[in-house]
């Protein structure tokens, strides 16, 4: 995962102010919460790895997407309204499918209302947006695009989250549970100004089951997910945010013949969006 350049203080015995004028190490309260109408523009570099295995065929392919991001604030409060709009983006795929066109999806917004911990409530594509996979990928993107922020309103150093998503696709229900233990780590800076670096780390586990082409199919995996994010107390914000997932999971198909068919498949996700000054 690349790392971004930022500068941690540095701290002598007694010391009342750091190389870089930051505070000490503390509890932190962290909350979104621009000014309204205050716009951000994000480099978004992301990378999704498949790989399946079928009849004892093996399967890949590589989904490579970047470009840039607008996020503005429509409104503040308790729940917060945004736009999330592309100026840039590209995308790419390597492997058995055909890079989709994006032309369309540069004139796309995302409206999205979030708490301000940055937990999604609603999500709705608007503009002219095309069939299929745009509708799709720019939800999505909007969806997971805010690292999250403690639950808890007072200052806290670290804290744990559990999120479970329910998801249906083509007859199969699917559970997705994560538990994420995140932690305050020293103080910083980033081009010049002070923020609060958050790292994280933590399991999911995928359970699902459904009916697919008329037969019964079930699937199960275990994964982890780590990173790290900037966030900026000046302007209640974050300014850079980096992900890994990797999630194992097997696909089972009872056949009308007789012997199940397993399907195992390896996803390797790598995200990167850093604000740009």
Request: charged share 20%.
């Amino acid at each position: 995962m690349r790392k971004a350049l930022y500068v941690t203080c540095a701290w002598g015995a007694g010391a009342a102010v750091g190389l870089l004028g930051c505070p000490p190490v503390a509890a932190q309260s962290l909350r979104y919460g621009p000014e309204q109408g205050a716009s951000f523009r994000y480099r978004t570099d992301n990378e999704l790895q498949v790989s399946q295995r079928i009849l004892g065929r093996e399967n890949l392919y590589v989904l490579k997407s970047g470009g840039v991001v607008r996020l503005t604030l429509l409104h503040p409060g308790n729940r917060l309204l945004w736009r999330l709009g592309f100026d840039e983006l590209s995308m790419r795929v390597e492997g058995a499918f055909p890079s989709p066109r994006v032309e369309e999806l540069r004139g796309t917004v995302v409206n999205l209302t979030t708490n301000s911990r940055g937990v999604v409530l609603e999500a709705v594509a608007s503009g002219v947006v095309p069939p299929g996979l745009g509708a799709r990928y720019v939800e999505r993107a909007a969806t997971a695009f805010l690292p999250h922020l403690p639950s808890a309103e007072r200052p806290v150093s670290s804290w744990t989250d559990t999120l479970t998503v329910t998801e249906v696709l083509q007859g199969v229900t699917t559970e997705i549970e994560t538990v994420v233990n995140y932690t305050v780590s020293d103080t910083s800076a980033l081009a010049g100004r002070a923020v609060v670096p958050v790292e994280y780390e933590g399991s999911i586990v995928v359970r699902g089951s459904g009916t697919l082409g008329g037969s019964n199919v079930s699937l199960s995996g275990r994964g982890t997910v780590s990173g790290h994010y900037l966030y900026d107390p000046g302007e209640r914000i974050f300014d850079l945010h980096e992900q890994e997932q990797v999630l194992d999971s097997t696909l089972t198909l009872d056949s009308p013949e007789g012997m199940p068919v397993a399907i195992p498949s390896r996803q390797v996700l790598r995200a990167h969006s850093e604000r740009l000054f």
